[in-house]
């Protein structure tokens, strides 16, 4: 997605545009907490750059993007003139991006000769799912075990280097390209519109996704952190064939239409051209600053890399509201991540009230000004409900308290070793058994699903989920039961199994016995 700045900036205008904005534009800000140090790039897209064509300057001249990523997909024709490109794509085939380099004669000469790296990622558009896209990745990790969203078809990509796909991120691949030589990845998008829709009743439209990618070069240390170009393209990803039933489908509305009304829709372009995103970070790291910033938000039909462009940040009061933007921005992202603390008896009603404005509840800040931390933490449930109505009422009152919620199912779960078995067969003979501590670990289920059982299990013996071919649980006189979702809804809560398991003669897998 693109966006221009609106000139001239003023402070009022940075103010109220984070204000209005902020709370509703973080993308995926708050996933893989654990898995390592963020990637600023990831969380920094905000749209409070808006676009308005009777504010730019009049000089304006084409500007040459250094890179350039074209989608080998057709863009719909049922998408108005000035709205974003929507591309449909079926699940599982495999797609070309080419990526082209566009850059002038003597332009980042440093990268000349060099490997640079791009990371792809498949985000979602809706600013309501943006908000749980953690969850809604975990949910589909769950009800699809050892499959991926994204990924790359390594056969038929050319020019590639090093291509990887970090298990714990199912959106995300990465690799090494020479911008000189032809360059060209296939990917595969697994998952599908309709799993992220409100459940479900049949005919729901599909959410939209984003499909984005950042390509950074090497710094001193040999790490690939520098920020060189982010770009990104809407999509909506169908079942097989689904997307070309939708292609056509269009096509025959927009044929169907009078000649007026055609003039208001854009064409169906061959290919998708990623419309470049400006990030904060891509502003942080100009050093010196750069003469003009410039986006792309018009197709292009074909491989033209001349394209309609835009600068802005012309003139040292501009740059100085792009470096007061990335410090405003830079400083809420820090409120925003200490936010992941319960609100302290000690806190001041300062305190109490930047609570409230991370966690969403900016709406009753006024009712609650001379709270303060202990004050709020006093209020029963009632009490909360009868102040702010019973959905913000009863949410409030969770994050007071810090409630965490319930899993549906909870099973404690011990590995059977070769000495438990010893220790049991003498038991069972008649001798005396040594004292002997198990550890059981707990499993929690919230699906009540053999496929989440599978996958959690398989998380306990760091293996795939693949490699687990059935579960049976233990029966009367030894039998064999089959686990199925059934069985596990039936299941008691805290109910204990000793985990036994069967090498498959068949395959590398096993099976799992619940005894």
């Excluded at 038929?156 to 090093?162: A, C, E, R, Y």
């Excluded at 309609?308 to 040292?316: I, W």
């Excluded at 099973?411 to 008649?430: D, L």
């Excluded at 069967?502 to 016995?513: A, E, V």
């Amino acid at each position: 997605m693109a966006w221009a700045l609106k000139l001239p900036l003023t402070d009022e205008v940075i103010e109220s545009g984070l204000v209005q904005d902020f709370d509703a534009s973080l993308s995926g800000i708050g996933q893989e907490l654990g898995a390592g140090a963020y990637s600023m790039s990831d969380v920094l897209a905000l749209p409070i750059f808006k676009q308005e064509e009777s504010n730019l300057p009049p000089d304006t001249e084409n500007k040459i993007l250094p890179f350039q990523y074209v989608l080998c997909a057709a863009t719909s024709p049922a998408v108005k003139l000035h709205d974003e490109t929507l591309t449909y794509l079926n699940q599982g085939q495999s797609y070309e991006i080419r990526m082209l380099d566009n850059r002038k004669i003597g332009e980042l000469p440093e990268i000349t000769g060099k490997m640079v790296k791009s990371i792809i990622r498949v985000v979602f558009h809706d600013r309501r799912l943006q908000y749980t896209e953690h969850q809604q990745l975990e949910g589909w990790r769950w009800n699809r075990p050892g499959d991926r969203i994204l990924d790359l078809d390594i056969p038929m990509s050319v020019g590639i280097i090093d291509p990887r796909a970090n298990p714990t991120q199912l959106n995300t691949v990465e690799f090494l390209w020479d911008p000189s030589k032809r360059t060209s990845v296939f990917i595969q998008v697994h998952c599908i519109s309709t799993e992220f829709t409100m459940r479900k009743h049949g005919g729901e439209k599909g959410v939209p996704f984003r499909i984005q990618i950042d390509t950074f070069k090497e710094n001193e240390n040999g790490e690939y952190t520098e920020h060189l170009h982010s770009a990104s393209c809407q999509v909506k990803v169908f079942k097989p064939k689904g997307a070309d039933r939708k292609q056509k489908t269009d096509r025959e509305k927009m044929e169907k239409r009078a000649p007026q009304e055609k003039e208001k829709y854009q064409p169906s372009y061959e290919t998708t051209i990623l419309t470049e995103v400006i990030t904060v970070v891509a502003l942080l790291q100009c050093s010196p600053w750069p003469e003009a910033t410039y986006v792309n938000n018009s197709p292009s039909p074909g491989f033209n890399s001349t394209h309609n462009s835009f600068p802005v940040a012309e003139g040292h009061n501009e740059r100085l509201h792009l470096l007061q933007l990335c410090l405003d921005v830079c400083f809420v992202l820090f409120l925003f991540f200490s936010s992941f603390q319960n609100l302290l008896p000690a806190a001041t009603p300062q305190d109490a009230q930047q609570w409230l404005h991370r966690n969403r509840f900016s709406p009753f800040c006024r009712l609650f000004t001379n709270f303060s931390g202990a004050d709020l933490l006093k209020l029963t449930r009632e009490d909360v409900i009868q102040i702010c109505g019973p959905a913000d009422g009863i949410r409030l009152f969770n994050a007071l308290k810090g409630r965490v919620v319930r899993p549906r199912l909870t099973i404690y779960v011990c590995q059977e070793s070769q000495q438990s078995r010893e220790q049991q067969t003498k038991h069972e003979n008649g001798d005396a058994a040594p004292n002997t501590f198990f550890v059981y670990h707990a499993i929690y289920l919230e699906e009540l699903t053999a496929g989440e059982l599978t996958e959690k299990i398989a998380q306990l013996f760091n293996i795939s989920p693949r490699q687990i071919n059935q579960i049976f649980k233990q029966g009367p006189t030894g039998i064999h039961v089959l686990v199925s979702d059934e069985l596990i809804q039936n299941f008691q809560d805290e109910v204990c199994f000793v985990l036994d398991t069967m090498k498959d003669d068949t395959n590398d897998g096993y099976h799992i016995i619940l005894k």
